[in-house]
């Protein structure tokens, strides 16, 4: 083989790097969209994850790139608050009364996914497919927070916490509809109904005993985030510990999901809590 030919081979198997990646991705992402849960298919947002994976591209950039707004549009927001909050209480109650009455039928040590299309398990996938929609209304939360100029309330956390939870559970509804992943949803649906509640009662309280208890109510409901955040920890590792058939990449995604959790809301705990009670006393 000559220079010229030599140089045509190189060329030609250089060109053709990029078309075998994409064939290479193409048989990938068919694999892994074969083995999605069939019963969720045609649902709405799961089909595909590219308008979960758009929809969260936008959320960030929403919170990265508006400039903060004034509060020209607060009184029109504050109006819509209770509303909101209140929806949110109901949806995060009705999934939270399925929910638990789903798991009522589970092993809470281990719980393999039941993909069949009995009714306990329909139920399961129907209310965990809720759950991830929750999460998606959601944002509304921060849309929320930018139109009322309170830009400042867009922390790490925050951010991190409402977009994470959408595109994990897209996952989560796609592959595990049910099982031992209703647990946790179930446990965070209740506390998100006490969270709910709280803005409900306190967003535009002005009785200054209320406001106190409100203050006070805060503090325990960020502990209870951190306790489910514990207890699907613990969850999870005893799950490893006892060979659960639960796809295992998932269990250890979601150990050190809930790590990460546990680290941000700690942090804040401490900063909000702990270091400005110090602070007061000196």
């Known amino acids: 083989m000559n220079t010229l030919e030599a140089g045509i081979v190189m060329v030609n198997s250089t060109l053709s790097i990029p078309g075998q990646f994409g064939h290479r ?13 069939s019963r969720v298919e045609k649902w709405p947002l799961m089909s595909s994850p590219f308008p979960a994976i758009l929809i969260t591209i936008g959320y960030i950039s929403l919170c990265y790139m508006v400039p903060k707004m004034p509060n020209k549009g607060y009184i029109i927001v504050s109006k819509l ?7 949110n209480v109901c949806l995060n109650l ?12 589970y092993n809470w040590i281990c719980e393999p996914v039941d993909y069949s299309e009995n009714e306990i398990a329909l139920r399961a996938a129907s209310a965990l497919w809720w759950y ?12 929320f927070i930018i139109l009322r100029g309170k ?9 991190y916490h409402h977009s994470t939870m959408f595109v994990l559970w897209w996952i989560g509804v796609k592959y595990v509809a049910g099982g031992s992943s209703a647990f946790g949803a179930c446990i965070n649906s209740g506390v998100h109904v006490l969270m709910y509640t709280y803005y409900a009662i306190c967003s535009k309280q002005t009785n200054s005993v209320v ?6 109510f805060k503090k325990y409901l960020t502990i209870l985030q951190m306790l489910q955040f514990v207890a699907a920890m613990i969850m999870g590792l005893n799950a490893l510990r ?40 000196n």
């Open 25 to 37: 991705a193409i048989e990938w992402y068919s694999h892994i969209m074969s083995v999605a849960d």
């Open 81 to 87: 608050l209770l509303p909101y909050n209140l929806v």
């Open 94 to 105: 009705y999934i939270f009364y399925e929910l638990f009455n789903v798991v009522q039928h």
């Open 132 to 143: 991830f929609i929750s999460k998606l209304i959601d944002f509304l939360d921060t849309v």
């Open 151 to 159: 830009t400042r309330q867009l922390t790490f956390l925050h951010v």
């Open 211 to 216: 406001l106190g208890i409100c203050k006070r």
């Open 242 to 281: 006892v060979g659960c058939p639960f796809p295992l990449w998932m269990q250890y995604a979601m150990i050190f999901y809930m790590v990460t959790f546990l680290a941000l809301f700690g942090n804040f705990y401490i900063s909000r809590y702990t270091l400005q009670r110090y602070d007061k006393n």
